[in-house]
């Protein structure tokens, strides 16, 4: 084929899967089950947990709706599939039955100075010598789209910080080294 060909043969389209909360307030927790290292950990995600995430996609939901029964759009399409101009209950029953994730789960080990702070700006952890995080978990707040590049970019910083500790290191002792010989 030299050529890109795009056919549409899908009789329904979806706007942004009836809208995406990227910026989420709800905030979820991760319990230990015990004292062994393999106890599995306790996750609850709380969706939804704070009424203004409801909120938020009710608005998305409404701009999604707007422009796809526009005038402009209906050349292209038939009908509205789903959910139509519900609200109230039967609206927070359409988005809690039909929730999904992005799968962005992060900062349970945050980046930061206040009290719920796990690492520095190093991602050195607090109280515990010589032992460093570099996952989703120390960001500060989830990042407002995907996080694997992210993770890749604090992968790549922590790979730097370790290496500028080991030149700093054996520069301080060639430095030593050489006072001692001279
Ligand atoms: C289904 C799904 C789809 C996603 N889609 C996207 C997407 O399209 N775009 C996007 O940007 N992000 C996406 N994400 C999110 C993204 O993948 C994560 O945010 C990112 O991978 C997190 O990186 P991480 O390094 O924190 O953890 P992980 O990528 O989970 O890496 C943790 C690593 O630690 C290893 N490990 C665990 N325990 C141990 C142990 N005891 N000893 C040694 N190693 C261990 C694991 O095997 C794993 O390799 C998706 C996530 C999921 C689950």
Same mark, same amino acid.
């Given at each position: 084929?030299g050529?890109?060909?795009c056919?549409?043969?899908?009789?329904? +389209?979806?706007?942004?899967k009836y809208?995406t909360e990227?910026s989420?307030?709800?905030?979820g927790?991760?319990?230990?089950?015990?004292?062994?290292? =393999? =106890?599995?950990?306790?996750?609850?995600?709380?969706?939804?947990?704070?009424?203004?995430?409801?909120k938020d996609?009710?608005?998305?939901?409404?701009?999604?709706?707007?422009?796809g029964?526009?005038?402009?759009?209906?050349?292209f399409?038939?009908?509205?599939?789903?959910?139509?101009p519900?609200?109230?209950?039967e609206l927070?029953? +359409?988005f809690?039955?039909?929730?999904g994730? +992005?799968?962005?789960?992060?900062?349970?080990?945050?980046?930061?100075?206040d009290?719920m702070?796990?690492?520095?700006?190093?991602?050195?952890?607090?109280?515990v010598?010589?032992?460093?995080?570099?996952?989703a978990?120390i960001?500060p707040?989830?990042?407002?789209g995907n996080t694997?590049a992210?993770?890749?970019?604090?992968?790549e910083?922590?790979?730097? +910080?370790?290496?500028n500790?080991?030149?700093?290191?054996?520069?301080?002792?060639?430095?030593?080294y050489?006072?001692?010989t001279?």
């Amino acid at each position: 084929m030299g050529e890109w060909s795009c056919e549409v043969t899908a009789a329904t +389209f979806q706007l942004g899967k009836y809208g995406t909360e990227l910026s989420s307030k709800s905030r979820g927790t991760i319990h230990l089950t015990g004292k062994h290292p =393999d =106890d599995p950990g306790r996750i609850d995600a709380n969706y939804l947990g704070d009424p203004q995430d409801l909120k938020d996609l009710a608005t998305g939901l409404s701009m999604a709706r707007a422009i796809g029964n526009s005038v402009p759009l209906r050349p292209f399409t038939r009908r509205e599939v789903a959910p139509g101009p519900i609200s109230g209950a039967e609206l927070e029953r +359409f988005f809690r039955d039909g929730l999904g994730t +992005f799968w962005h789960q992060s900062g349970t080990a945050k980046m930061g100075h206040d009290e719920m702070s796990v690492v520095d700006g190093q991602l050195k952890v607090y109280g515990v010598d010589r032992l460093r995080i570099a996952d989703a978990s120390i960001l500060p707040r989830v990042t407002t789209g995907n996080t694997m590049a992210p993770c890749v970019v604090i992968g790549e910083q922590a790979a730097r +910080f370790l290496q500028n500790e080991r030149y700093e290191a054996e520069a301080s002792e060639s430095r030593a080294y050489e006072e001692t010989t001279r």
